[in-house]
């Protein structure tokens, strides 16, 4: 049995850690490379096409999708508690270093780890997970790296219409053409390739810095996640490959969007110390998300 855990590992694993390698790989040969194609056709085309194809694509319903979007709200607030209190301890700024500590990585790995994990129902549900937690990025996380709330970001996001749409075809229980989910599936898989080696190429561009005190921050983030989704699993008795994602999801470093987002809205001193996190945890979740993903196929099969 242990074997059989083990070679399931490796199987998700090994092909999340290999394409951010090469993207790694990509970075370091040529410091230029110029992902800007990427995160135009990531954001326009192929996280929309994600965000459909994986929730059209299998038995989901609204129920399901509406469960899971709450849920993630719930681990989200659970989050921002611990977030407060160790950068209250670091003496650092509340609101512009939180979002780094409440929104994990649910898209660049966390999806990705789920497909291979629990096929496509393990993926549909952390997409419903991922579609949330893209919303917080573009509401709370603008507001918390600007201070002022807009609903500009959320408007021109086309990720956002995909995910509303979607929505109200899971809650009307429209049937979608194959051609379409053939359409977006082809997609969904490049994409899944193009930004996990794009986080490898970003990985090579982040510098570390105030390291003990990100490293603390960066604990927090990779040790405080498992702890909460376990206490929702076994609040809300989620069982199977729905207590599995969630587990994976949660158990996440700090999303590369983060970066991205206080780079357009906060002051350079918080920006560094939000890269610096995202290196460390994401270093860091080399050894931790095995073991997650270990945990995770071991007890939520």
Known sequence: MQLA??????????????????????????????????????????????LFYSLTSTSLDFSVFFKFAMITALFVALFAVTGII??????????????????????????PLCLFAYGASGFSIASSIA????????????????????????????????IFLTGGILYFQIPVPQFIINTTMLIAYATIFLILTSLGIALT???????????????????????????????LNLESYQAGALLIQCSMPSAVLTYLVAKMYSPKE??????????TSTTISLVTTPIIVFIALNYFS
Do not use: C
């Not at 990025?137 to 507001?143: D, E, P």
């Open 270 to 279: 918080h920006v560094d110390n939000i890269a610096s996190v995202i290196v």
């Open 205 to 235: 561009k982040l510098q570390a810095v105030n390291f003990k005190g990100n490293l603390a921050i960066s604990l927090v983030r990779l040790i405080s996640g498992p702890i909460i989704a376990f206490i929702i699993i076994r609040w």
């Open 86 to 111: 160790i950068l209250l301890i670091l003496k650092r700024n509340i609101l512009m270093e939180l979002p780094p500590l409440i929104l994990p990585n649910t898209g660049n790995i966390g999806l």
């Open 131 to 162: 579609a949330m937690i893209m919303l917080f990025h573009f509401t709370i996380g603008i507001f918390l790296a600007s201070g002022k709330l807009s609903l500009k970001p959320l408007v021109t996001s086309v990720p956002m219409y995909a």
């Open 5 to 50: 855990i083990l070679a399931k590992l490796i199987e998700v694993i090994f092909p999340v850690f290999f394409i951010i390698g090469v993207g790694y790989w990509i970075g370091k040969k040529n410091p230029n490379f110029d992902t800007n194609f990427i995160t135009s056709f990531s954001g326009s085309i192929g996280v929309p096409s994600m």
